[in-house]
């Protein structure tokens, strides 16, 4: 199962299906003021309240949108509509709205769930069906919202983070531009490269030690799949000679290995089977920007295989996995959005 076909886009579905109207377990990002603040996840976030946490159950969304978009013939193809015919409306929307002028909301699921809730509306951006459009229209509001804050935050950013989890800023850029693409937002998609360059333009000899225990992102190839995209292809080839200088060789080696995961019952651990998801799915956004003629592309295209070999068959089984992990997979067996 290393392709995407409707027959594992209907797996993916039934999965995503299964958790996006799931309220409980939840882990709530969530600030208190005061007694009144103490409600339920669906009181909370009218749209975004199952799959165990808010970024979780954008990102089942997305997954959703995404395969509605490409298998129109999907089994579960009513089941979305009917999904997204009730949950994308204006008093729901106004609701998730209400939630960001809360006291204590400034820092509520950045970057990672402000640049999932951008790669939701882009996706419903693309959709060429009567539906899809009027899905995205409702989701407007609540994009803007995000992209101002984006807006905001990026020019305070003095640094980067390089962690291999939420925090990322690479994986935020990159989905986040991929909104700008969609909605034809020059004006954010600039910020965005701009951002990157600044961050990440000057970066040599990078030193990997990654994998880290709760990692899902790869701190190196996330930044590398970033540039990939932000930078022309001659740029991109120079920039890469020299932020791994040793790829085309295998090294540093970690990165062309599959993680060990231990226990997929243990939330944290469980994220190394997300790491192998997105280490693939970066891996082809670099590999989509070199010439065929690169050495890297043979040992990049056989890590590929082993990272999707090594984790596509653990989507669900726990829900610790089950309620996020279709969604990297989606990434790595289709990772471009066009």
């Not at 409980?24 to 339920?40: C, I």
């Not at 409306?89 to 106004?94: D, F, H, P, W, Y």
């Not at 999932?116 to 899809?132: Q, S």
């Not at 030193?207 to 292809?233: G, H, I, K, N, W």
Request: hydrophobic residues 45%; glycine residues 6%.
């Amino acid at each position: 199962m290393t392709r995407l076909t409707q027959s594992v886009a209907s797996r993916f579905a039934t999965i995503a299906l299964g958790h996006v109207g799931r309220e409980y377990p939840n882990k709530l990002d969530h600030v208190l003021n005061g007694p009144d603040d103490v409600r339920s996840p669906q009181e909370l976030h009218p749209i975004f309240f199952g799959s165990f946490d808010w970024h979780s159950c954008v990102h089942g969304h997305w997954l959703l949108a995404r395969l509605y978009r490409r298998f129109p013939a999907l089994p579960e193809a009513a089941a979305i509509r009917t999904l997204f015919d009730r949950q994308f409306c204006l008093q729901r929307v106004e609701g998730e709205l209400a939630y960001l002028q809360q006291p204590g909301t400034r820092g509520f699921e950045r970057p990672y769930g402000w640049a999932w809730a951008l790669m939701l509306a882009g996706e419903l951006a693309r959709h060429a069906r009567d539906e899809g459009r009027q899905w995205a229209s409702a989701l407007k509001p609540l994009a803007d919202a995000f992209v101002h804050r984006f807006e905001s935050y990026l020019p305070l950013c003095t640094y980067p983070v390089r962690a291999g989890v939420h925090s990322n800023t690479a994986f935020a850029l990159l989905l986040a531009r991929d909104y700008a693409q969609a909605c034809g937002d020059a004006e954010f998609e600039a910020l965005c490269a701009q951002t990157a360059r600044r961050w990440y333009g000057d970066d040599r000899d990078y030193r990997s030690l990654e994998p880290s225990q709760d990692e899902f992102l790869s701190p190196t190839l996330m930044e590398a799949a970033l540039m990939s995209v932000v930078l022309t292809p001659e740029e991109f080839t120079t920039w890469f000679a020299h932020f791994l200088p040793g790829a085309a060789h295998g090294a540093p080696a970690n990165l062309f290995s599959p993680a060990t995961v231990s226990d997929r019952s243990d939330g944290k651990i469980a994220h190394l089977d997300g790491l192998n998801l997105s280490r693939a799915w970066c891996l082809k956004l670099i590999l989509a920007q070199l010439s065929e003629a690169d050495p890297l592309v043979a040992r990049a295209q056989s890590a590929i295989d082993a990272h999707l070999t090594n984790a596509l068959e653990h989507v669900a089984g726990d829900y610790m996995g089950e309620h996020w992990l279709a969604s990297f997979a989606l990434l790595a067996l289709d990772p471009d959005p066009a």
